[in-house]
Nanobody, 124 residues
Framework: EVQLVESGGGLVQAGGSLRLACVAS????????IGWFRQAPGKEREGVSR????????YYANSVKGRFTISRDRAKKTVYLQMNSLKPEDTAVYYC?????????????????WGKGTLVTVSS
């Protein structure tokens, strides 16, 4: 059974930092694209960052480039999202997701499994 369990969300002031973690199980962690989405109230779920296994590359949404960093620990089957210089507009539920279908796009419709999400609230 595939499971993705997020942690690390919370309340932080603007300019602060948080590190999210997603522990994966039930599939080969090394073989599939994995990363993060977020969904703010009243908005669509958007892709934030991803590891692409085929070429070991990373993707970041323009809105988080230079502030967020994705990393992974293969031994722990965990992917992290270090979020620095947080802004109120980063407030959202952050979801970990895995694409088992090897889609060329980091899009919500292409994801096969999701975590339950962790809430990040950035106060101004």
């Amino acid at each position: 059974e595939v499971q993705l369990v997020e942690s690390g969300g919370g309340l932080v002031q603007a300019g602060g930092s948080l590190r999210l973690a997603c522990v994966a199980s039930g599939f080969s962690f090394h073989d599939y694209d994995i990363g993060w989405f977020r969904q703010a109230p009243g908005k669509e779920r958007e892709g934030v960052s991803r590891f692409r296994i085929s070429d070991d590359s990373t993707y970041y949404a323009n809105s988080v480039k230079g502030r967020f960093t994705i990393s992974r620990d293969r031994a722990k089957k965990t992917v992290y999202l270090q979020m620095n210089s947080l802004k109120p507009e980063d407030t959202a539920v952050y979801y970990c997701a895995v694409d088992l279908g090897r889609s060329p796009y980091w899009a919500a419709v292409a994801m096969d499994y999701w975590g339950k999400g962790t809430l990040v609230t950035v106060s101004s």
